[in-house]
């Protein structure tokens, strides 16, 4: 039996709507601003951020990144009004990151919009941030109704929509899937810069072993700590060779960082696409949108790629000035709820650390 086609919540807009979007949960400072107009289009006027990069083997401390996104709010936030060619009191609404993240980035961007709301008098609207991942990710790239891969620092989750929520079909049980990469990067001595992930990328597309790694889905979750363990425990090998050669007296039995990238790469996506592939499944999907930072892996969007393929499906994806932590997709998600008639008081303009995607009640989708 035919499903009931239920009407959209969201209407078009009676006059043209600006939000301002701030985003730092994490080593990126984010401002974004977008259009909703009257004809239903939505236009992205400004998208800025900087990013907080440490030095190679070292991660990025909540108080030190605290102190970089109030060292560039300003910055950023006067570049981002500058492009779009707007004021700021031209806005409708000024949208936050409210979570998940770290602790004190996350206070220093809250505390910023709420001095921005009371200096001139704007509605706050704060917002979950794997939210603004899976809405921006929807509105560039067309996908109506996908089994979302959301795979960042922070977050590992398997995402569908149904009855106005988000739904968490399975996720990340220990460590997400960029922290397992970022950590790994650190441990090879990789730069920071311009992302730990990104430079173990294309150290993989070198490497030559497939050596053996734990497989480790559980139903519909993974576990990646074990992974990240056994993979750290080949530099200990008396076959390992950092600078990736082997002497004159040598074998060719050999293991080099670019070897380990590759192993580890290739074992961790497999486990996200077997567990994506179920969901699709499960819910009758032929579409995948991936989002968040490690969505940009190009290894990771082949893979996912041949997957649906299989299946008579398509895989759906956003470039890093999307995928990438970002101002843009916080006033994208702020402004759609805004619309439904939320904010949120200043009271309550708090920021919490664990604020899970099918927390939110997604109003404006039918």
């Known amino acids: 039996m035919p499903g009931r086609i239920r009407k959209e919540p969201l209407t078009p807009p009676e006059k043209p709507y600006l939000a301002l979007g701030l985003e730092g949960s994490a080593n990126k400072f984010g401002a974004g601003i977008i259009k909703h107009a009257e004809d239903g289009s939505i236009s992205v006027l400004s998208n800025i951020r900087h990013t907080y990069i440490t030095p190679p083997g070292e991660g990025f401390q909540p108080r030190d990144t605290a102190l970089h996104h109030r060292e560039w709010a300003l910055k950023i936030i006067k570049q981002c009004l500058a492009q779009a060619g707007v004021s700021i009191h031209d806005l409708d609404c000024i949208c936050y990151t409210k979570g998940p993240g770290m602790g004190a980035p996350l206070q220093s961007v809250a505390l910023v919009a709420r001095t921005l709301a009371l200096m001139f ?13 899976i809405e921006m990710g929807r509105e560039i790239t067309g996908a109506r109704n996908p089994v979302v891969l959301y795979v960042s620092g922070g977050n590992t989750q398997v995402i569908a929509y149904s009855r106005q929520c988000y739904r968490i079909f399975g996720e990340t049980l220990d460590i997400a899937v960029g922290n397992c990469l970022d950590r790994f990067a650190r441990v090879i001595d990789l ?13 993989a597309k070198k490497g030559k072993r497939l050596l053996p790694l734990p497989y480790a889905t559980k139903g519909m979750d993974v576990s990646l700590s074990g992974i990240l363990t056994s993979v750290e425990a080949y530099t200990n090998d008396k076959r390992f060779r950092r600078d990736g050669s082997p002497t004159d007296t040598e074998s060719e039995d050999i293991i080099t960082p670019a070897d380990l990238c590759f192993s580890l790469q290739e074992t961790v996506f497999a486990m996200l696409v077997e567990i994506t592939e179920r969901a699709m499944a499960h819910i009758g999907s032929k579409e995948v949108l991936i989002v968040g930072g490690v969505g940009c892996n190009e290894r990771l969007q082949e893979m996912m790629g041949i997957m649906a393929k299989e299946r008579g499906g398509q895989v759906f994806a956003t470039d890093e000035r999307f995928c ?11 402004l759609l709820s805004f619309r439904m008639g939320y904010t949120t008081p200043l009271a309550e303009s708090t920021c919490t650390q664990r604020f899970r995607t099918d927390q939110v009640h997604v109003s404006w989708r039918a």
Do not use: F, R, T, W
Not at 191 to 203: A, F, H, M, R, V
Not at 324 to 334: K, R
């Open 121 to 133: 008098n704007k509605p706050l609207v704060g917002v979950n941030h794997c939210v603004g991942h």
């Open 324 to 334: 990438i932590d970002n101002g843009i997709m916080i006033a994208q998600a702020g």
């Open 191 to 203: 730069s920071n810069d311009p992302s730990p992930g990104y430079n173990i990328e294309q150290q």
